[in-house]
């Protein structure tokens, strides 16, 4: 993941992407390792993968 993406802390509010994620509304990110992580969510992951297809260079995103 470009974690530049998150050098301006200003506009995100947030460092990291795990931070945004799990600051979004009934969403969590854990790490499984340096490469992997789980995202869930309520109702709300559509937004959450429209967004992390447009800001980040996810090599690969599964739903379910």
Known sequence: IDRSVFADVETWGVCSLQGWVNSYESVRF????????????E???EQVKVWLE???S????KTS
């Open 30 to 41: 854990v790490a499984i390792d340096d490469h992997t992580a789980i995202i869930t969510g």
């Open 54 to 56: 447009k800001y980040t």
């Open 43 to 45: 109702y709300n992951m």
């Open 58 to 61: 996810i090599k690969s995103l």
